[in-house]
């Protein structure tokens, strides 16, 4: 297929998953390119800390990225991993958490709908952030921001009591009953980008196909094997669809809880919403551990407590885990490009990906401990 057939092809795919005309999908796939995380912008701190004291009455003392500081900077995360997700410390109550997300105008709505979720998750005992106001959305400068009670304890070290509790806490999440409003729109794709590519898991491949597009043009011919291996990956992979669903998390693993082992919350609720539920428990059991059995049994065994997987689930399960890795490997091989290195294929999430014996490994420890 040649370069403008694959971007074609790609902008279809997009179309036919959004329901956009073919000249929306395209600009949507060109803007998708720019960022990872597309739904974040430049804040003005000063500013957006005034809005929150105007529309809340309250007095902020500071307000900052929670990485920016060591005493909430996420354990093992990085300088600038959250740079939207700020800490708001105010002078009459304990702190929030201020989510700032894209400027489109069509996610404020969205963002609304995060808080109707939150309302619902509480109104069923589910441990996760809370609103931190009545009217917890607003829109500053065009960006949907919401406020969230802040959860002390940080986010636990990763061990295998942490990953039980954890797939506990996703099995007791998607038996919740089903329910109208946000509770049903599509969920489950990582919420990389609450403009473009939230939805089912599916749009996490739309997401790795856009980010692939936005550089086709300037591989260097020795990248361009990859290039094409890479492309044809994302074009045949599993998308989970045909599978039993139900409310589920966008970015389920040990980095979406917080507080103290035995009682952790679960935040970053972004992306979800209803879809296959075996994406979730297959990212979380990738994060569970290169080849830790114990982290791997840790995670079955909380999970089958709620849940038992169907045959189609387990037969299915290597390919579902390669989604996210394979998200992954495409936007490194986007930022390699970018950067005007040659990526290589036994690299990060790209070496991953292109060890399938890796995810069959993986599902084989998993099933063992899934069907007890």
């Avoid at 000063?46 to 004291?53: G, I, N, P, Q």
């Avoid at 900077?73 to 939207?84: L, Q, T």
């Avoid at 979800?272 to 994406?279: E, I, Q």
């Avoid at 490009?337 to 399938?356: F, M, N, Y």
Wanted: proline share 6%; with cysteine; hydrophobic share 40%.
């Amino acid at each position: 297929m040649t370069k403008e057939g694959s971007f074609k092809r790609a902008v279809r795919q997009r179309a036919q998953a959004t329901g956009l005309r073919y000249t929306e999908a395209r600009a949507a796939l060109e803007k998708g390119g720019t960022s990872p995380f597309a739904r974040t912008r430049p804040v003005e701190f000063a500013e957006l800390r005034k809005h929150l004291e105007t529309r809340y009455g309250v007095r902020i003392t500071s307000i900052a990225p929670i990485d920016d500081d060591p005493e909430t900077r996420p354990s093992g995360s990085w300088i600038g991993h959250y740079p939207w997700t700020l800490v708001v410390k105010r002078a009459d109550g304990p702190p929030w958490i201020a989510r700032v997300f894209s400027s489109a105008a069509d996610t404020v709505g969205r963002v609304e709908g995060d808080a109707e979720i939150l309302r619902f998750l509480a109104a069923h005992d589910f441990p996760a952030e809370r609103p931190a106001h009545d009217s917890p959305v607003s829109v500053f400068d065009g960006s949907g921001v919401i406020v969230t009670q802040y959860v002390e304890g940080g986010r636990p070290a990763q061990s295998p009591a942490v990953l039980h509790e954890l797939a506990d806490l996703l099995g007791r999440l998607h038996q919740l009953p089903a329910a109208g409003g946000a509770v049903a729109r599509d969920g489950g794709a990582e919420e990389h980008d609450g403009a473009f590519f939230a939805g089912r898991p599916k749009q996490d491949l739309v997401a790795a196909m856009s980010f692939l597009v936005s550089v086709e043009d300037a591989v260097a011919p020795e990248g361009r094997e990859m290039f094409e291996w890479l492309r044809d990956k994302v074009e045949n992979a599993d998308n989970a669809e045909g599978l039993p669903e139900a409310f589920t998390h966008g970015n389920y693993h040990a980095w979406a809880a917080v507080g103290t082992p035995g009682n952790l919350s679960i935040v970053g609720w972004a992306g979800s919403g209803r879809g296959p539920r075996l994406p979730a428990l297959a990212w979380l059991l990738t994060t569970a551990g290169e080849g830790d059995s114990e982290g791997i049994d840790a995670v079955a065994r909380g999970y089958r407590q709620h849940v038992q997987l169907t045959d189609e689930e387990l037969d299915r399960l290597p390919a579902v885990l390669a989604m996210r890795p394979l998200w992954l490997a495409c936007l490194d091989y986007r930022e390699a490009v970018r950067s005007g290195s040659t990526p290589k294929l036994d690299e990060g999430w790209t070496g991953w990906v292109a060890r399938p014996e890796h995810a069959e490994q993986l599902a084989a420890k998993a099933i063992s401990s899934l069907q007890g």
